[in-house]
T-cell receptor, first 117, second 110 residues
């Protein structure tokens, strides 16, 4: 079974630009979460999508957005990039349920490392 | 979700057991203890989780105290490939996110 795939693995952008990152979850997984990892703030939750709906969001500005497609693949977008957006962006998937019990066992991808100059 | 406290770093000798402590004194009855690790430049990897009882799998053992206010992750025979940052996380079963703290940076030495 293929793992979580994130593309691109590395990218360099300049301030003011926008970026789109892609995540393909494990086959059959309907929940996709995004995390940002920086040396200063550690791993921080961005948002989670389930069945094309965002059902939880972290404390990030509106420049950070995402979406999920009917095949569970997800993208996240960051507009008007700032130097502080330089980070490792991690995607994680799990089977997910529509409510009630959700496992905390997430399967993470290798991440997309974004550098903003 | 309840907060966790872990030592920032620890060393371990190769071949010996590594015991990683975690304090979660405000844990609620419906919250689980999860452990992840992150090897340099990779995504976090799930290790093990538990609610009340001790748990063991092929990677590690998890010992949870009777009052559930603390736990210990045990790597029975540490190898150099176990060098990583280990995160202890309290997770509510109906929750949708993991809250990562600073973790413990474990260095396994030959």
């Amino acid at each position: 079974k293929a793992g979580v795939t994130q593309t691109p693995r590395y990218l360099i952008k300049t301030r003011g630009q926008q970026v789109t990152l892609s995540c393909s979850p494990i086959s059959g997984h309907r929940s996709v979460s995004w995390y940002q990892q920086t040396p200063g703030q550690g791993l921080q939750f961005l948002f989670e999508y389930f069945s094309e709906t965002q059902r939880n969001k972290g404390n990030f500005p509106g420049r950070f957005s995402g979406r999920q497609f009917s095949n569970s693949r997800s993208e996240m977008n960051v507009s008007t990039l700032e130097l502080g957006d330089s980070a490792l962006y991690l995607c994680a998937s799990r089977p997910g349920t529509s409510g009630g019990y959700n496992t905390g066992e997430l399967f993470f991808g290798e991440g997309s490392r974004l550098t903003v100059l | 979700d309840a907060k966790t406290t872990q030592p920032p770093s620890m060393d371990c000798a190769e071949g010996r057991a590594a015991n990683l402590p975690c304090n979660h004194s405000t844990i609620s009855g419906n919250e689980y203890v999860y452990w992840y690790r992150q090897i340099h430049s990779q995504g976090p990897q799930y290790i093990i989780h538990g609610l009340k009882n001790n748990e063991t799998n092929e990677m590690a053992s998890l010992i949870i105290t009777e009052d559930r206010k603390s736990s210990t992750l045990i790597l029975p025979h540490a190898t150099l490939r176990d060098t990583a940052v280990y995160y202890c996380i309290v997770f509510r079963a109906a929750g949708n996110k993991l809250t990562f703290g600073g973790g413990t940076r474990v260095l396994v030495k030959p």
